[in-house]
């Protein structure tokens, strides 16, 4: 075999198969330090396969760090998004308990108010059944001492419509004429009123045609008393249940105001579970994409691996050739001089010392190409147990979100039945009460029809019945007025209800 010529060389970065020969070693190559990664790459003149194999790999990182941080802004934006939406959705509950609890205190007012004229109308009563017995008095007493001549005395059969300021006379007035301020009463408590002058004459005439002793005629005034009482406890009664005809109208209307406040609740909640549903189903996308990357990840790591230690053994074999072909070389060289009897001459064993020395500097480069790639071997087992530990406290952290949106959708679900289950029940307690409802109402237009009847030709008290209906008509103009403000504040809740589903 040929010797190599003195001035050969080749680049020790070049090719990895066949070790590189001509380089003249000198006293800094074996004292200096080793250098670092990338003087090392500068130094060895790396292939273009190389270069391009770390150009994808950079690039691969590149993406694969774009693609985290796109996956946590998305994360980000998601948990804003739902914070914002709460936030709205607890100011807007709060409006409408505000508005809820300003229309039951309205509600409570107006009862009150009508608690105070039933009392009202009680005290009507009183003053004047008072004021029947004291014209009964008063005719007694006459009737006993008989009327003077050009003394006339005058009687009203209902105190008049409307409130008056009694004015100071002189001590002959007569004592009925107190009760001029007298407040109106109810339609119900006016008919009985009305009807009651009709049969006053007959009883007034029995005197005229049968005489009767003072006893009787005492008893008379007692049951006439007692019968005026029990009239006036009669409207009492009736008053009492119109108010409770109404309260119950009310308690209707609020639990209707209720149920669609309910309804709405119940829409707005399944469409909160239906976005929490749509969100961890976006999660859980998210868990299983990440997941899928880290695999990728995780495989294409072993596949370097295993591709770095196919290279290392390729290399190791490689050195075992140069240094068997190196050994025959020497073989074949001291042969040739012992058969030539010792031409071998001085400057023939300097080449081959330096070419050995070529040979021993080519395998500490590939030692230390090893080692490089052993250097970032670890570098990249460090990023992947990272990016492991990072995949495993995200999913950690996925488990229990998606563990408490499960707890917290069971809990609704429960409230739900529950809330179900007592709307039935409402609903089949409201309908009997509607029923006795309706039924009461049916009565009371049938005495109203009957009262509308029983306005004959005008006498004299058809004026106090005309005051009667215009007062009537003016506390329905009263009471559809506060129907239509409590309906306009129920159309501001709908409103708003309206805009909490739209949102």
């Not at 049968?210 to 008893?219: D, G, M, N, R």
């Not at 209707?252 to 209720?258: A, N, Y």
């Not at 001085?346 to 230390?368: G, M």
């Not at 009471?479 to 809740?493: F, P, T």
Request: proline share 5%.
């Amino acid at each position: 075999m040929a010797s190599p010529r003195p001035g050969s060389r080749r680049s020790p970065g070049r090719s990895t198969a066949t070790p590189p020969r001509g380089r003249t070693p000198t006293a800094d190559d074996d004292d200096s330090p080793i250098p670092s990664v990338n003087e090392r790459l500068g130094h060895l003149r790396p292939s273009r396969e190389l270069l391009e194999y770390y150009r994808k790999k950079i690039a691969e990182f590149d993406g694969d760090h774009e693609e985290m941080v796109r996956k946590l802004d998305q994360y980000k934006a998601t948990y804003e998004e739902q914070h914002k939406l709460g936030y709205e959705m607890r100011q807007r509950e709060d409006e409408i308990a505000e508005l809820q609890k300003a229309l039951s205190d309205m509600q409570v007012y107006l009862f009150q108010e009508r608690e105070h004229v039933l009392r009202l109308y009680s005290e009507n009563d009183r003053l004047k059944i008072r004021e029947l017995e004291d014209r009964k008095r008063i005719q007694h007493l006459l009737s006993l001492s008989g009327p003077e001549n050009g003394d006339i005395t005058y009687f009203h059969r209902e105190p008049p419509a409307k409130v008056t300021i009694p004015q100071r006379r002189s001590r002959q007035q007569h004592p009925h004429d107190g009760d001029e301020g007298v407040a109106l009463r109810p339609p119900a408590d006016r008919e009985a009123d009305v009807r009651r002058p009709q049969h006053r004459p007959a009883k007034a005439r029995k005197p005229a045609d049968k005489p009767t002793s003072p006893e009787t005629e005492a008893y008379q005034r007692d049951n006439e008393t007692l019968a005026l009482h029990v009239e006036a406890l009669q409207a009492q009664l009736e008053e009492q249940t119109r108010l409770a005809r109404e309260q119950a109208e009310a308690l209707l209307q609020d639990r209707q105001v209720r149920i669609e406040e309910q309804d709405a609740q119940r829409q707005r909640d399944a469409d909160r579970i239906k976005g929490l549903t749509d969100r961890l189903q976006k999660t859980q996308d998210l868990l299983y994409t990440s997941t899928k990357d880290y695999l990728e990840l995780k495989y294409e790591g072993r596949s370097d691996e295993r591709r770095w230690m196919a290279e290392k053994d390729r290399l190791l074999r490689e050195l075992d050739v140069a240094k068997d072909q190196l050994n025959i070389s020497r073989e074949k060289t001291i042969l040739e001089v012992s058969e030539e009897g010792g031409e071998v001459t001085w400057q023939a064993r300097e080449q081959h010392r330096i070419e050995v020395e070529t040979l021993k500097q080519s395998v500490s480069q590939a030692q230390r190409l090893a080692e490089m790639y052993r250097e970032q071997v670890i570098q990249l087992e460090d990023q992947l147990s990272k990016i492991r530990e990072e995949g495993d406290v995200s999913k950690e952290i996925f488990q229990d979100r998606t563990t408490k949106m499960s707890k917290r959708v069971q809990l609704m679900n429960q409230r739900y039945e529950a809330l179900e289950r007592r709307r039935a029940m409402e609903v089949e307690g409201f309908k009997n009460d509607i029923k006795m409802l309706r039924g009461r109402l049916k009565d009371v237009e049938k005495q109203l029809y009957r009262v509308t009847l029983g306005m004959g030709e005008p006498t004299p008290g058809d004026e106090f019945d005309m005051e009667i209906l215009h007062n009537v008509r003016k506390t329905a103009g009263r009471s559809k007025k506060i129907v239509g403000e409590i309906k306009h504040l129920k159309a501001k809740i709908y409103g708003l209800e309206n805009d909490l589903r739209k949102m």
